[in-house]
């Protein structure tokens, strides 16, 4: 082991040995030398292998624990890391938050960066740096990120998203909400899957008979450079390039499609240049 994994243990234990076991109901403080206090108001749980909240409460900064579990509106003043988080309901973190899987439904914001493996978001989400991922990303509902996306498998997306960066995956997906979205600086992948969102209610043989067509939202990126398959649906982009490529209804090109395999183009499709075909 060398000095630096040493050290790093070394904190892990004198962090671990500060958590006291613990157990809340109604309103009280959990204090750990060192770090600062845990406010809980309703009731939870302490120990150095988990903090369960549920109700409202508040962690201090630098807390590092097994699991982090919060229902209803829980404050993280500063960074945070465990090998999983689950929020539900209001969660805001002041820092990083690390976690080999994170899981909020609700509101979360987090003012630094996401590093971990797994995170799936249903609500809304806003990062305020950058996330960082070894596996997969999903999110359903608003999520903004102000730095790049990289999730090393997939990137999957149902509803409005606004990325100030890149989005950086093997596998992109995206189901398009009502409203606009960006991907300021593009997107790289193998493969990437933009749709329209389609019909809401009973729909026989594409008739909505109960519901209502939804209106139609609108993906706005610059390149989209991928290995492989490429289908974009109500796309406005700058340039397109992959093996095989589908420009679908609804989509804007302003620049180059280069394809290598196969290539189709919706004819309500507006595409600047004819299609090239690269060896």
Do not use: Q, W
Not at 139 to 159: F, P, R, T
Not at 181 to 210: C, D, M, W, Y
Not at 231 to 255: A, M, P, R, W
């Amino acid at each position: 082991m060398s000095g630096e994994e040493k050290m790093r243990e070394y904190e892990k234990r004198l962090i671990e040995t500060a958590i006291p076991t613990t157990r809340v109901s109604g309103s009280g403080k959990v204090h750990i030398e060192g770090i600062g206090d845990i406010r809980i108001s309703g009731s939870g749980f302490v120990s150095p292998e988990e903090i369960k909240i549920s109700g409202s409460g508040s962690l201090p900064g630098g807390i590092k624990v097994g699991r982090i579990s919060c229902s209803g509106s829980v404050s993280i003043e500063g960074s945070a890391e465990a090998e999983e988080m689950s929020f539900s309901g209001s969660a805001s973190v002041a820092g990083d938050a690390k976690a080999k899987s994170l899981s909020a439904s609700g509101s979360f914001s987090a003012d630094g960066e996401v590093k971990g493996s797994l995170m799936k978001t249903a609500g809304s989400c806003k990062i305020g740096r950058g996330i960082e991922l070894e596996d997969v990303l999903r999110a359903h509902g608003s999520l903004k990120v102000l730095g790049d996306v990289k999730a090393k498998n997939m990137v999957e997306i149902h509803g409005r998203f606004d990325v100030n960066g890149k989005i950086i995956t093997s596998d992109f997906e995206a189901e398009l909400s009502k409203s606009e979205s960006h991907v300021r600086n593009g997107i790289e992948a193998i493969n990437v899957s933009v749709k329209k969102r389609g019909v809401e209610g009973l729909v026989l043989f594409g008739i909505p008979i109960f519901g209502r067509i939804l209106r139609d939202g609108k993906l706005y990126t610059t390149d989209i450079v991928a290995e492989g398959k490429v289908y974009l649906e109500n796309v406005s982009c700058n340039n397109v390039y992959g093996k095989d490529v589908t420009i679908g209804e609804g989509c804007t090109v302003k620049g180059k499609v280069k394809y290598s395999e196969s290539i189709s183009v919706h004819p309500k499709a507006k595409v600047a240049n004819p299609p090239e075909k690269s060896s």
